[in-house]
């Protein structure tokens, strides 16, 4: 991302003060690795942030709030720890008959969707 979308992020979260100063500055290094059309994990902040699954969902909605992303979901297999593959845009675009690879389980929208956000502007035109 580019300086002036980081200065914009940056501001927005030192208004809801989710992070603390240092958490702060370790995300705003972890977002400079982010290009548009890349996802983001919450997974990847609560690891990297040492924050709560709740704090991790705020935060990633406030840079939806800004523009900066976008939720899309994707299915995940609670039964072998694996990711269907598929990312959706809509939740109304997940099928309701899909089947785990890994363990054939069936996989249910409302109990196996996570949400996850893909970067749509990133300062680059």
Not at 58 to 86: A, M, P, Q, R, W
Request: proline fraction near 3%.
């Amino acid at each position: 991302m580019l300086p002036n979308i980081l200065l914009k992020i940056e501001e927005k979260l030192k208004e809801n003060s989710l992070l603390s100063d240092s958490q702060l500055d370790k995300f705003m290094l972890l977002l400079k690795r982010y290009k548009k059309g890349e996802w983001l994990y919450p997974g990847v902040l609560i690891r990297k942030l040492n924050i709560t699954s709740s704090n991790a969902y705020k935060l990633l909605d406030s840079l939806k709030d800004i523009g900066v992303l976008e939720v899309n979901y994707e299915l995940y297999c609670h039964t072998c720890n694996t990711f269907e593959g598929t990312i959706y845009e809509t939740f109304s675009q997940v099928p309701n008959d899909l089947h785990c690879e890994g363990c054939g389980i069936e996989l249910k929208p409302l109990v196996n969707s996570i949400v996850i956000y893909k970067v749509i502007i990133d300062g680059e035109q």
